[in-house]
C-alpha cells in the first residue's frame, strides 16, 4: 500500500488549494479515505472522509462549508479542496485509508504528509 | 463530539521497562478504538484496532485492552524504536484522536 500525499504550499488568508493522494497497492475503489491534519507541534484531528464510492462525504466542524472532499476511482485518487483558507488550517496534512467502505473507520494506513501554510 | 483524553502526556522510561497508557473517552465507544505511533516528521502508524487487535506486523510486545469509556495501551519490554508519540482514536462516532502521549527515555 501506498498514498502518495501531494499539493501543499504557501497560501495567503482567504485563498485556495486542493490537496490530491494517490494510492497504489490495493483496490482503492472498495475503501473509504480520509484526510487528517497535524498543527506544527500539535495532535492528529480528523479533517473530513469519503465512502468508497464518493456519494458518502462527512467533514469536522472546522472545516465544513470551506473544503470538499472527493475522489476519482478511476486514478485512484483522492482529492481535498480548500477554500476561504485561515492561519488555523496551517498543518500537514495526511490522506488515510480507511480499513472498510463506509468511512467512520479506523485508519490502516497513512500518506507521508504534505505542509499547508497559511 | 466524543473527547478522548490520554494520560499521561509524556511519559519517562528505559528500555527493558513495561509502561501502560491510558486513554478515556467522554461517553461509551463500545471497542471502536484504534491506536497509532508517530515518530517526529513521519506518519502516524496503525498498532492496534478494535481495542486490542494487532495489527498485522506489529511486534507482540504491544497489545491494547479495554472497552465501553476506558482502554490502555501496553508495551511489555521497550525497545529502542519504542520511543515515539502514541496516539488513541475513536472510531465509533467519525474520528477523535487523543491528545498524544510522548514517549522519551
Known amino acids: 500500500v501506498q498514498l502518495l500525499d501531494s499539493g501543499g504550499g504557501l497560501v495567503q488568508p482567504g485563498g485556495s488549494l486542493t490537496l490530491s493522494c494517490t494510492a497504489s497497492?490495493?483496490?482503492?475503489?472498495?475503501?473509504?479515505m480520509s484526510w487528517v491534519r497535524q498543527a506544527p507541534g500539535k495532535g492528529l484531528e480528523w479533517v473530513s472522509g469519503?465512502?468508497?464510492?464518493?456519494?458518502?462525504?462527512y467533514y469536522a466542524d472546522s472545516v465544513k462549508g470551506r473544503f470538499t472532499i472527493s475522489r476519482d476511482n478511476s486514478k485512484s485518487t483522492v482529492y481535498l479542496q480548500m477554500n476561504s483558507l485561515k492561519a488555523d488550517d496551517t498543518a500537514v496534512y495526511y490522506c488515510?485509508?480507511?480499513?472498510?467502505?463506509?468511512?467512520?473507520?479506523?485508519?490502516?494506513?497513512w500518506g507521508q504528509g504534505t505542509l499547508v501554510t497559511v | 463530539d466524543i473527547q478522548m483524553t490520554q494520560s499521561p502526556s509524556t511519559l519517562s522510561a528505559s528500555v527493558g521497562d513495561r509502561v501502560t497508557i491510558t486513554c478515556r473517552a467522554s461517553?461509551?465507544?463500545?471497542?471502536?478504538l484504534a491506536w497509532h505511533q508517530q515518530k517526529p516528521g513521519k506518519a502516524p502508524k496503525l498498532l492496534i484496532y478494535?481495542?486490542?487487535n494487532l495489527e498485522s506486523g506489529v511486534p507482540s510486545r504491544f497489545s491494547g485492552s479495554g472497552s465501553g469509556t476506558e482502554f490502555t495501551l501496553t508495551i511489555s519490554s521497550l525497545q529502542p524504536d519504542d520511543f515515539a508519540t502514541y496516539y488513541c482514536?475513536?472510531?465509533?462516532?467519525?474520528?477523535?484522536f487523543g491528545q498524544g502521549t510522548k514517549l522519551e527515555i
Open positions: 469519503v465512502g468508497s464510492s464518493g456519494t458518502t462525504t
Open positions: 488515510a485509508k480507511e480499513a472498510t467502505s463506509m468511512t467512520g473507520d479506523y485508519f490502516d494506513h
Open positions: 482514536q475513536q472510531y465509533e462516532s467519525h474520528s477523535t
Open positions: 497497492g490495493f483496490m482503492f475503489g472498495i475503501y473509504a
Open positions: 478494535k481495542a486490542s
Open positions: 461517553q461509551s465507544i463500545s471497542d471502536w
